[in-house]
Nanobody, 122 residues
């Protein structure tokens, strides 16, 4: 199983970016998915998460009202629309997914992508 992020880049403050995370491989079902970020010298933190089925979402206080998480279950893909970006949003953004590999078991495994850099300039 692989998670591949895309959509990062350099943007001016106030601008927008849309991140994508595509899961591939032998996947039966994907439960919770989330975006995390890590800035230099800081711990990795949860940005947003979305459940499977009812698509309940959770956001860090710092991004509420500016970021929107969504998913396309048919394509095993997750998105993060980031608007009104601020310099403090600069970080490497990681995709995270809780994946069930086989129909015969409820065991799920946690996977991470390699990350995509988001840089917001003044």
């Amino acid at each position: 199983v692989q998670l591949v992020e895309s959509g990062g880049g350099l943007v001016q403050a106030g601008g927008s970016l849309r991140l994508s995370c595509a899961a591939s491989g032998s996947i039966f079902n994907i439960n919770r998915m989330g975006w995390y970020r890590q800035a230099p010298g800081k711990q990795r933190e949860l940005v947003a998460a979305i459940t499977s089925g009812d698509d309940r979402t959770t956001y860090a206080d710092s991004v509420k009202g500016r970021f929107t998480i969504s998913r396309d279950n048919a394509k095993n893909t997750m998105f993060l629309q980031m608007n009104s970006l601020k310099p403090e949003d600069t970080a490497v953004y990681y995709c995270n997914a809780h994946i069930i590999l086989q129909k015969s078991t409820i065991a799920q495994y946690v996977y991470w992508g390699l990350g995509t850099q988001v840089t917001v300039s003044l």
